[in-house]
């Protein structure tokens, strides 16, 4: 179970290293700083609209990485 655990982690860094420094910031402070959209977008001084376009893309790659699972 470990190994899977290691293994999708790594693929699911992988992705996010894939779409760009921004996408993946964002994607951290959302999902393990537990920060709203807006508290991102105050925090990286980019508009709301920009965190929600990155985090769709990077939950679309999370997705598919599940998916081949």
């Known amino acids: 179970d470990k190994a899977i655990i290691i293994e999708t982690?790594?693929?699911v860094d992988k992705a996010l290293c894939?779409?760009?420094e921004r996408a993946?910031?964002?994607?951290?402070?959302?999902q393990i700083d537990g920060l709203t959209y807006q508290?991102?977008?105050?925090?990286?001084?980019?508009s709301l609209t920009?965190?929600?376009k990155h985090m769709i893309r990077a939950l679309t790659e999370c997705a598919l990485i599940m998916a081949q699972r």
């Open 24 to 30: 993946r910031r964002i994607f951290m402070l959302s």
């Open 39 to 46: 508290q991102i977008a105050l925090q990286l001084k980019v």
């Open 9 to 11: 982690l790594v693929a």
């Open 50 to 52: 920009t965190v929600k």
């Open 18 to 20: 894939g779409l760009g």
